[in-house]
Structures are given as C-alpha cells and as structure tokens.
C-alpha cells in the first residue's frame, strides 16, 4: 500500500511535547530563574515552532516518518525556514507578536537562539570552559562583546519567557 502525507497548520504530538516542557519550566521557576528553567523555556520554544506546518507520513493507521520545520536547536534558523516556507504563517505570527508585546518576535527569538545548546552544560561541545564575554549597551541589555565567541552564555530571560508563552497561547487555539 502507498504511504500517505498529511499536512497540520500545528503536529499535535510535537505541540503537546511543548507544552509539556512550557508546563515543566513553570514549575522550575518556582526555584528562581537557572539553567534548567532557561532550556525548558527554550525547548519549548523549539517544539512549538517545529510543531507548524508539520507533514507525517503514514502507512495504513500507522505514522512512519514527521518532517518538521527545521532539524537543528537554533530557533534563529527554525524561525528562519518558516519565513522562508511559510510566509504567510511567520507574518501572522510576527504582527500578532508585535501587537501583543510592542517587540519584534524574529528579534526576540534570535536573541536567545542557541539558549538551549549554550545552557546545557558548563563548557563548550569541544571542552572549552566559557568567560562570561558579556557588556551591557545603552539599553541595559547583557549582549556579547564579540560575535565570534564560540559560546553565548547571556539569557534575555524577559524575551525568553514572552516568546515560550506567546506560541504556547496563539498555537494552542489550533489544537482543540
């Protein structure tokens, strides 16, 4: 028998993952605002963006094979592929972001775009021990000094949590 493709504005199985690790971060921040909270807020983020316009294929009743978004942890280049293939779908999303928060969503995500990758553990994938290559601009925010360092250890934990409970809340109308 042919497999069959079936095409959802929102994958239920990877929107409920995200929710499930939205639901988790909540939890850790009742311990105050640490690594674990970070990378769930940024895992959930992941999931929820991977979770639109997600295609399953299927033989008979049975899921075989989920192509997502993007295969990577950069929700920079997550949210990227969704401008690129579904552009109507990112405006939508940007303008509702920008109405709701007064900010730019593709701004905000890329701010912490390697959050969950660069928080995991307290060295580098190579070894390396990271500095906190950190300086505060006019604004106040914390941002690296060089754009070359291999690790961005700075969490913009305001944007963080805004973009994790915007999708969590506009995603979740096409679910029930």
């Given at each position: ?7 959802n ?7 409920t993952?995200?929710?499930?690790y ?5 939890i ?12 769930m807020?940024a895992?959930?983020?992941e999931c929820?963006?991977?979770s639109i316009?997600?295609?399953?294929e299927w ?14 942890h950069d ?10 293939n579904h ?6 999303l ?5 109405i ?9 995500i890329e701010?912490?775009?390697t959050?969950?990758t660069?928080?995991r553990?307290?060295?580098s994938?190579?070894?390396?021990i ?6 505060s601009?006019d ?14 250890i700075a ?6 949590e ?8 506009v995603l ?5």
């Amino acid at each position: 028998m042919k497999n069959i493709q079936t095409k959802n504005l929102v994958d239920f199985g990877l929107f409920t993952h995200a929710k499930d690790y939205y639901s988790a971060a909540q939890i850790l921040k009742e311990n105050g605002p640490n690594n674990p909270y970070f990378i769930m807020l940024a895992l959930s983020i992941e999931c929820f963006l991977k979770s639109i316009r997600t295609k399953i294929e299927w033989n008979d009743s049975v899921a075989i094979k989920v192509n997502h978004t993007k295969k990577t942890h950069d929700l920079s280049k997550i949210f990227h592929k969704i401008e690129i293939n579904h552009p109507l779908d990112a405006e939508y999303l940007k303008n509702k972001y920008e109405i709701q928060y007064s900010r730019s969503l593709k701004q905000d995500i890329e701010l912490n775009k390697t959050v969950f990758t660069d928080r995991r553990y307290p060295y580098s994938a190579k070894g390396g021990i990271p500095e906190v290559p950190l300086h505060s601009n006019d604004e106040g925010l914390r941002i690296p000094k060089d754009k070359k360092d291999k690790i961005n250890i700075a969490v913009y934990v305001k944007e963080l949590e805004a973009v994790a409970k915007f999708l969590s809340d506009v995603l979740s109308k096409y679910i029930d």
